[in-house]
């Protein structure tokens, strides 16, 4: 996983590096998917999760954005838990809303490091909210006149009785408001 992140994180870099256009400090939304891989404890008992987010970008100056992000992302247990669950009539899978707001700074045109802090809300009896917090760093390239493809990996933490940690890829197309 370690390999993963490096190699993306220097994929990015190099990509930026080549860059030459002129990023739009225009107020933009993006929509996208997220596959989370968990690590940790988080990852003892739960598989791959997949959801979907709307990220709003809305400019404080020329590099840095104020942003506002709204989702829902669903993990399932591993195959002897989720079979125990299924054998009980248990849900199969743990179902989370993710809000959180924060700032995104462009480091050269495409190239942007992330902060967001905020609640992950679960939708599974007792699951309750935690405290969530999400540095990252990505890549934006425009497709067309005010249209981006989002490229991004964040490290996540769910802060609540017991810690969750996951890292999160995600792929979003971005549009002008």
Do not use: C
Request: glycine share 14%; no cysteine; charged share 15%.
């Amino acid at each position: 996983m370690k390999k993963i992140l490096l190699t993306l994180t220097l994929a990015l870099l190099v990509t930026a590096s080549f860059a030459q256009r002129k990023r739009s400090s225009a107020a933009k939304l993006g929509i996208g998917l997220d596959f989370g891989v968990p690590i940790g404890d988080f990852a003892d008992i739960h598989s791959i999760g997949f959801g979907g987010a709307g990220k709003a970008e809305l400019p404080l100056s020329s590099n840095f954005f104020f942003t506002v992000t709204a989702g829902y992302i669903s993990y399932y247990y591993d195959k002897p838990v989720r079979d125990a669950i299924k054998a009980v009539g248990g849900d199969t899978y743990l179902g989370f809303v993710p809000l959180k707001a924060g700032g995104k700074y462009y480091f050269s045109p495409n190239f942007y490091g992330e902060g967001e802090i905020g609640a992950r809300i679960g939708t599974n009896k007792g699951t309750g909210t935690a405290f969530v917090y999400a540095p990252g760093l990505g890549f934006s390239f425009p497709v067309s006149n005010g249209h981006d493809i989002d490229f991004g990996a964040r490290f996540e933490g769910w802060t609540v009785d017991a810690n969750a940690q996951q890292f999160v890829f995600r792929i979003a197309y971005k549009f002008g408001l």
